[in-house]
């Protein structure tokens, strides 16, 4: 074995070599930290921080280390990794693990475990980490939130998550849906059902803009190795609106290394998104290959059963009761998100407390009207569409369809209906909505649906029962 100062000689030439192919960005985070640990046969040991920065090393500067450890020790030279990892147990072991497939093909992984130096700003101090806030609402729980048809799928994988974190086959588990949907409240449900059932498992809630602020502070601050250091100690990591990762270059690049650790140990990844992975733009197609891995599942809009279980369940909340057609009027007004109607509800109970009204339909409709634009002419043509299609369960996209399956045609004639009976649109127009429908289609649907009310006595109950609803809708 050659002496130590011989070692890092032999490292110091490595570095000057090195430091000529690299910026010198690049080589104070990623050479600089790097520390020479023993030579023997032409095999020099390097110490690297963690695995995270190991992978690093030989994805982006294989080629550089070998031009190095060439010119030093020949063809002959090899190259080792030991690695300084978070203490696990009260003794240390070592062990060696040739690493297979790596464009070197002779390095090996040599792992000390032993404790490791974390520096500010992303510094845990080992146990302290679970002491760390998880930035989650502790407010957003499964408990308070509304499962319907709407999001059943998405809340019974996120509730499959919550109770085995990492070991499902739901990891990366991904939530897609519109604005106000309920994405965030469900993902840190999840993480919230984790820290009750797992207190020592470290989950951590960050939000994609926030996280690429915290990797340019990084970059800016010569930090980069701290931030990854710092996500890589995440037992459970939630991110929220990853379609913002979009175009970030750096900052996926950072991100994939750090899911592929969490995800490789066995840590559960939590994701949410506008749209499903297929559809993000602007992402490396690596990093949406694993967004792929585990489960995606979407949040719709409510339907109107959902939207009444979440009037309910909010004004319980509140300890505020009202009667059944004010909630009815609500969950019809208010179609859109769980957002929007939540915020219509804290409207409602503020407008009834400050002018000390009690809740009925005529203060409902009148706080309405200051939040939702157009509310006097409130069924418009897509309305009545997607009101109709949810009753007859079909989709609105089928009644503009060329479709003539018996139970399609009845509901867009009933839709074409509502239009001619609850809109000033001339029968080309409602036509036009209908798929491009020449208007002596509408003249038959609306002869059709007559006709059916005046022999039909079941099919004249339903058009009675839609009609109320969209008298109360329009009132």
Known sequence: MLIVKDCKAVWNNCLRIIKESVGEQSFKTWFEPIVPVMLQNDVLTIQVP??????????????????????????????EYSLMME????????????????????????????????????DLKGLDKFSFSSQLNVNYTFDTFIEGDCNRLARSAGYAVANKPGVTSFNPLMIYGGVGLGKTHLVQAIGNRIKQNSPDKFVLYVSSEKFTNQFLDAIKNNNTQEFANFYLQVDVLVIDDVQFLSGKEKTQEIFFHIFNHLHQSGKQIIMTSDCPPKDLKGLQERLLSRFKWGLTADLQQPDFETRIAIIRKKMQSEGVEISDSVVEYLAYSIDTNVRELEGVLISLIAQSSLTQKEIDLELAKQTLQSIVQNIESEVGIDYIQKFVAEFFNVTVDSLKAKTRKREIVIARQVAMYFAKEYTNLSLKSIGFHFGNRDHSTVIHALTSVNDLMDTDRKFNATMQELIKKLKLKAA
């Open 50 to 79: 963690s695995q995270f920065f190991y992978e690093w090393l030989e994805e982006h500067y294989v080629q550089v280390l070998r031009r190095a450890i060439d010119t030093e020790l020949g063809a002959d030279g090899r190259l």
């Open 87 to 122: 203490k696990e147990s009260e003794q240390s072991k070592t062990f060696v693990n040739q690493v297979q497939g790596k464009p070197n093909g002779n390095a090996k992984f040599v792992n000390y475990n032993s404790p490791q130096t974390v520096k500010s700003p992303f």
